[in-house]
């Protein structure tokens, strides 16, 4: 139950456009993405941003704290990149509010994920394999769901640090596409 809540708080509803990397037999594996406005809004209208980093286990915090790191620097290079005028808070002005997690297949099912997300950009593990879903959704000052974006790919273990990277930094590109 308290996995339901915690992913609950990720998301509401999930529809949208999808876009799926294929696997070219390169360092990066196969990811799809997709990503729902719900209201008109530019990203220039805000001040700065205040992260929500959402942790699903407090047993696995740590390891996952390093990973949501990579997530927010990511979002954080791609979002200026895209005119928010300042990644990390101040007190003056309007704040986006970004909200965002990951997990894994281990723990959340995407039968899970349909119920609390909406539905998942689609990419099947085969058993045994370790599949990941980032989810992450920008909010205005008062809390209302402005846009939503998830993405998910099969990991592959033995990937170098820069891959890793690589892999992050296309899933969170590909997702803000939408915006």
Not at 20 to 48: D, I, K
Request: glycine fraction near 8%; charged fraction near 20%; charge should be negative.
């Amino acid at each position: 139950m308290k996995k339901i809540t915690c992913i609950s708080a990720l998301v509401v509803m999930l529809a949208g456009c999808s876009m799926v990397q294929e696997n070219t037999g390169e360092s990066v594996p196969s990811l799809a993405t997709t990503g729902v406005r719900y209201h008109p809004f530019h990203l220039s209208e805000y001040a700065s941003v205040a992260w929500q980093p959402i942790v699903l286990k407090e047993q696995d915090s740590h390891r996952q704290g390093e990973a949501l790191t990579a997530v927010q620097d990511s979002l954080a290079q791609q979002l200026s990149a895209m005119g928010v005028a300042n990644t990390v808070p101040v007190k003056k002005g309007p704040v986006l509010v970004v909200r965002y997690g990951m997990v894994t297949n281990k723990q959340v099912t995407d039968e899970q994920l349909v119920e609390n997300v909406g539905s998942t950009p689609g990419v099947l593990a085969e058993e045994g394999q370790d599949k990941t879903t980032l989810v992450v959704q920008l909010l205005n000052t008062e809390g209302m769901p402005l846009w939503k974006g998830v993405a998910q790919g099969v990991a592959l273990h033995g990937l170098t640090t820069e891959q890793k990277r690589e892999q992050l930094e296309w899933a969170v590109r590909s997702m803000l596409d939408d915006l």
